[in-house]
């Protein structure tokens, strides 16, 4: 079974940065999709970026530019760079990885930006 850990979350204002990082107990290199999701409050659950293993991302259409999704296969970690964080973007945050037809969950990290 692979675990997924999530961390990077915190509070930030308008603007800010912030780097989340998701580690993998297993290997990400054989992961066929990477992504991270996020879920506001009394909202549902939602893509915010993947990374398939031949390389093809996609994004959700409003953090396109500000955010980056990254594999590092050598440390087995999954990153996602925000940048020019907005109210909206307050979530928690999930990593998801897929090894065949296995699909696991991290267990988030909340995001807070502030106005």
């Known amino acids: 079974q692979v675990h997924l850990v999530e961390s990077g979350g915190g509070l930030v204002q308008t603007g800010e940065s912030l780097r989340l990082s998701c580690a993998a107990s297993g290997s990400t290199s054989s992961a066929v999709v990477m992504g991270w999701y996020r879920q506001a409050p009394g909202k549902e659950r939602e893509l915010v970026a993947l990374e398939t293993s031949g390389g093809i991302t996609n994004y959700k259409d409003s953090v396109k530019g500000r955010f980056t999704i990254s594999r590092d296969n050598a440390k087995n970690t999954v990153n996602l760079q925000m940048n020019s964080l907005q109210p909206e973007d307050t979530a928690v945050y999930y990593c998801?990885?897929?090894?065949?037809?296995?699909?696991?969950w991290g267990q988030g990290t909340l995001v807070t930006v502030s106005s």
């Open positions: 998801k990885g897929i090894w065949g037809t296995l699909e696991v």
